[in-house]
């Protein structure tokens, strides 16, 4: 393999624009032959029983236990989050998919025995078995370049996979810092691969290489090509892409609690994040004292570089980011919005610095209402009537997330069945994604199918059914020749098997033992 020197890439930190590391880029025609010594090495890590794939696993998790101090360090140089984001919104969520693929996961991929009322009669088994698919190609974003890849990667190793990942090139200093991890805690050498540099040129290299399935997290215009260029060779994708996440608040909801949370919710990494709260309808009954709190508590929020542990909020990722979140203020501020705080850069830092943002007056003919903003606004539109804010809130484009909030818990999981989307939380937001076992993923623009929890992990899974027939007959009842006492002994069969009452199964039972007598 030819080690390209002439390109590095640099980890460029958020906050002082200063290089973090240099990181030695992948020449794009390399990926063919890694893809071939995954597809090898994958052979036999699918030999390997689940119990010797978990010893591989957990030695991984031992390795970020050890290391978490360094990692979450790096995360927040690399993205920009606070060091406490990086603990709880990137670590976190890890060490739980370890505690899911060692309990539920290991449980989700044994033999699934099925049942049927004709089986103990005809002496048939049935099971299904969970096989892996191959080489699995995961494309993850810089927003959460640690948690979202290593969660799925965990799956997907658990499942028998190999793995190719191409992180971010906005963070290929945790990009490299996932290669390590594995490499240190002794993972077989092809199981995990990762592709470092520019995204359009590694992804067209990937999809050429013919993965055996695709996972891509990221914009909703990518994840359409990628769908086309899967589309072309039949290579199954799942796609994590954008939100704009509705947030009701009811009347009788705890006012506090729902301006903290609307507060964390909307400026947790700065906003860039697919579930954050980028919508609020609150009842006008208490939207004034809803308000108010939400105010004070974004003015209160401490901006700066993520690595001083007083800091609330730190830097967006990038200049691309500021110039868009300006687009959509200005448009707000042509249409008629009011900001009583924030709607400007911070200067003073040298980073990619935005003051939190509160929007008032805003309303659905908005870019912030309907675009994905991807940082730190938070805007908030009355409603008078509850079928209303259903109503707008499912006036969307995306559906990944949905909170409400409500003392009446059994009123608000009413009111989170009537809102299109994956995932609805009451009383909280944005928590599910640290649940393993809690599935993540949306519907419309927000994506196709499923991360996290069993049904995530049987989407790295080929299932296939196995049955066996141990009859003891020369010739089953619906073989060839046909007769009419074969139909009648048929349709005496179905009467058994499914009409209701004990008389009507015994009469079955009678009649089907008349036409093996007439067959016989």
């Known amino acids: 393999m030819n080690a390209d020197t002439s390109r590095m890439i640099q980890s460029i930190n958020p906050a002082t624009l200063e ?10 025609g390399d990926v063919a032959d890694i893809f071939a010594n995954a597809r090898q090495a994958q052979k036999k890590w699918a030999g390997f029983s689940i119990k010797k794939r978990l010893d591989h696993l957990m030695a991984g998790k031992e390795y970020l236990l050890k290391n978490t101090d360094d990692i979450a360090r790096i995360i927040t140089l690399d993205n920009g989050k606070t060091l406490l984001e990086s603990l709880a919104a990137e670590i976190y969520p890890v060490l739980d998919m370890y505690r899911f693929i060692a309990t539920d996961g290991r449980r989700a991929l044994r033999e699934e025995k099925l049942s049927n009322p004709i089986f103990p009669i ?53 990009g490299d810092a996932i290669n390590k991890l594995f490499q240190e805690s002794g993972m077989p050498q092809g199981v995990v691969n990762v592709l470092q540099g520019s995204g359009s040129v590694l992804g067209n290299a990937m999809m050429d290489a013919r993965p055996d399935k695709v996972v891509f997290t990221g914009s909703v215009p990518v994840g359409r090509q990628l769908m086309a260029r899967a589309a072309e060779q039949l290579i199954p994708i799942t796609l994590e ?10 009347p009788d909801a705890d006012i506090e609690r729902a301006a903290s949370a609307a507060v964390w919710g909307a400026f947790v990494n700065a906003g860039q994040t697919c579930a954050s709260v980028e919508r ?32 609330d909020m730190g830097p967006l990722i990038s200049e691309d980011r500021i110039t868009l979140v300006e687009k959509h203020m200005a448009d707000a501020r042509a249409k008629g919005a009011e900001i009583p705080t924030g709607g400007e850069r911070i200067l003073t830092f040298g980073g990619y610095f935005y003051k939190p943002t509160v929007l008032l007056n805003v309303n659905h003919d908005m870019e912030c209402m309907r675009e994905e903003t991807f940082g730190p606004t938070l805007p908030i539109m009355e409603y008078t009537d509850l079928d209303e804010a ?5 006036d969307s484009d995306y559906g990944l997330t949905a909170s409400v909030w409500s003392k009446d818990t059994a009123k608000a999981k009413k009111i989170g069945r ?69 139909f009648n002994g048929l349709k005496a069969a179905l009467n058994a098997l499914f009409c209701d009452g004990a008389a009507c199964k015994a009469g079955g039972v009678v009649k089907l033992l008349k036409s093996f007598k007439l067959l016989s």
């Open 122 to 174: 005809a002496r048939i088994e049935s099971g299904n078995v969970f096989e892996p698919l191959g080489v699995i190609g995961i494309i993850s974003p810089w927003n959460y370049p640690f948690a979202i890849p290593m969660t799925q990667i965990l799956a997907a190793l658990l499942a028998g996979n190999a793995v190719v990942l191409k992180p971010s090139n906005l963070t290929a200093y945790v």
């Open 241 to 250: 892409l954008g939100g704009k996440d509705p947030f009701i608040v009811l």
């Open 19 to 28: 290089v973090n590391a240099e990181i030695q880029s992948t020449a794009p």
């Open 418 to 486: 009537r809102i299109n989307t994956g995932v609805v939380t009451i009383n909280n937001c944005l928590i599910t994604y640290g649940f393993a076992q809690a599935p993540w993923g949306g519907i419309k623009d927000s994506g196709i199918g499923r991360t996290h929890s069993v049904h995530g992990l049987y989407e790295y899974t080929s299932i296939k059914n196995i049955t066996t027939h141990k009859s003891m007959l020369t010739h089953d009842l619906w073989w060839h020749p046909y007769s009419e006492p074969k």
């Open 390 to 394: 259903i109503r707008l809130a499912n």
């Open 280 to 311: 609020v309808y609150v009842h006008q009954s208490v939207a004034q004292r809803f308000i108010s709190k939400v105010v004070e508590k974004t003015q209160a929020l401490r901006v700066g570089d993520g690595l001083q542990f007083t800091t």
